[in-house]
T-cell receptor, first 122, second 115 residues
C-alpha cells in the first residue's frame, strides 16, 4: 500500500523556538495533505489542509501564523510550529489521499497516514 | 457540520470471542465514506475497513465486518475471533464525498483483548 513518512518522529525543543515537521508521500503524488493534532487519549483533530501550489486551509480556531504550512511539491508538505510553547506539545499526524487521475470516476476516498511526530516543548 | 460519536470509551473482549464497537454520525449529506481506523501503541493509524454510503452491502475484511444502517446513521464494527493483536484504539471516521477537507473522527474506543 501507499506510504507516508514523517520526519522527525520525535522532537524536543525549548519554548520560543520553531520546529519544522515534514510529511512525504513516498510512492504517490498528493495535491492535498492533511495535518492533524492528537492530544493524549484524545481523538485526531484536523488542523489544516495543505494544498500544493496554493495557500493552506485552516480549521476554525487554528492560528495560521503559528502553524505555517507549505506544500512545496506533490510529495512534500511541511508544518512549522513557530515560537513553540509548552501547550503546543502534542502528537502531530499528517495524511494524504493519492492524486486521482482526471479520467477516473469517483474521487479516491483513501487517506494514508504518516507515523506521527511527537513534539515536546520544554 | 458532521459529527461522529463513539459512545464506548473502552471495551474488552476475550481472545477468540466477538466484539462490536458502535459508531453513530450526523450528516445531511447523502453521499459519503465511513471508515474504521485502528491506532496501536505505535500511534500509526491503520485503515481497518471502509464503507461507501451509496453501497447497501456491508463491507467485510477478513475478521472485520460492519453493520451499516444508513437511515439510522449507524456504523458499527464487528471483530470476530478476536486476537491479542487487535488490542488498540479504534476510531470511527466520516469523510464527505464532496468536500475534500472534511474527514471527522470519533473520540475513539480503547479495545482490550484478554488472553
Amino acid at each position: 500500500g501507499a506510504v507516508v513518512s514523517q520526519h522527525p518522529s520525535r522532537v524536543i525543543c525549548k519554548s520560543g523556538t520553531s520546529v519544522k515537521i515534514e510529511c512525504r508521500s513516498l510512492d504517490f503524488q498528493a495535491t492535498t495533505m492533511f495535518w492533524y493534532r492528537q492530544f493524549p487519549k484524545q481523538s485526531l483533530m484536523l488542523m489544516a489542509t495543505s494544498n500544493e501550489g496554493s495557500k493552506a486551509t485552516y480549521e476554525q480556531g487554528v492560528e495560521k501564523d503559528k502553524f505555517l504550512i507549505n506544500h512545496a511539491s506533490l510529495t512534500l508538505s511541511t508544518l512549522t510550529v513557530t515560537s513553540a510553547h509548552p501547550e503546543d506539545s502534542s502528537f502531530y499526524i499528517c495524511s494524504a489521499p493519492p492524486r486521482t487521475p482526471r479520467t477516473s470516476g469517483r474521487r479516491t476516498d483513501t487517506q494514508y497516514f504518516g507515523p506521527g511526530t511527537r513534539l515536546t516543548v520544554l | 457540520a458532521q459529527t461522529v460519536t463513539q459512545s464506548q470509551p473502552e471495551m474488552s473482549v476475550q481472545e477468540a470471542e466477538t466484539v462490536t464497537l458502535s459508531c453513530t454520525y450526523d450528516t445531511s449529506e447523502s453521499d459519503y465514506y465511513l471508515f474504521w481506523y485502528k491506532q496501536p501503541p505505535s500511534r500509526q493509524m491503520i485503515l481497518v475497513i471502509r464503507q461507501e454510503a451509496y453501497k447497501q452491502q456491508n463491507a467485510t475484511e477478513n475478521r472485520f465486518s460492519v453493520n451499516f444502517q444508513k437511515a439510522a446513521k449507524s456504523f458499527s464494527l464487528k471483530i470476530s475471533d478476536s486476537q491479542l493483536g487487535d488490542a488498540a484504539m479504534y476510531f470511527c471516521a466520516y469523510r464527505s464525498y464532496n468536500n475534500n477537507n472534511d474527514m471527522r473522527f470519533g473520540a475513539g474506543t480503547r479495545l482490550t483483548v484478554k488472553p
